[in-house]
């Protein structure tokens, strides 16, 4: 059996990048999604889509289904005073907007006089992250 878009699945998780455990939900609530509707990452979800209920999986997602390849034309300078009343430093993760008006992740880079460099690859983007799964429950 295996799960079907539009079905909620509750899940534990552990994802490490290397031998770095850099998110989890082990000993919190489960992470509960509605399958098939962009949730989750898609590498993700296809490696899980044979799971049933009660059942573990350890799986590596490579980093262009997950976050994507680091592209480093994905900088850009922008005037200092854009960031007033903000402590930059660099590698500070910023909340931007794209140019679709939707909320971005970005990073400081680089302090300059005037400028900063920005980065708007996503904090993973060029990293295969290793998952370990359990499914709690699919309904």
């Given at each position: 059996m295996a799960i079907n878009n539009d079905q909620v699945v509750t899940m534990k998780y552990e994802v490490k990048v290397g031998d770095?455990?850099?998110d989890s939900n082990v000993d919190k609530e489960p992470l509960e999604f509605t399958f098939g509707a962009g949730q989750i990452i898609g590498?993700?979800?296809?490696?899980?889509?044979?799971?049933n209920e009660g059942e573990e999986v350890?799986?590596?997602?490579?980093?262009?289904?997950?976050?994507?390849?680091?592209?480093?034309?994905?900088?850009?300078k922008l005037?200092?005073?854009?960031?007033?009343?903000?402590?930059?430093s660099e590698g500070l993760p910023l909340q931007g907007q794209g140019a679709?008006?939707?909320p971005v992740q970005v990073t400081v880079k680089e302090i300059y006089d005037d400028e900063v460099l920005i980065d708007f690859n996503h904090p993973l983007a060029g990293q295969d992250l290793s998952f370990n799964v359990n499914i709690l429950s699919i309904r």
């Open positions: 770095n455990v850099i590498g993700l979800e296809s490696r899980i889509a044979h799971l350890s799986v590596v997602i490579p980093a262009e289904e997950a976050y994507g390849e680091y592209n480093p034309e994905a900088m850009q005037p200092k005073e854009q960031f007033d009343g903000i402590e930059l679709d008006g939707q």
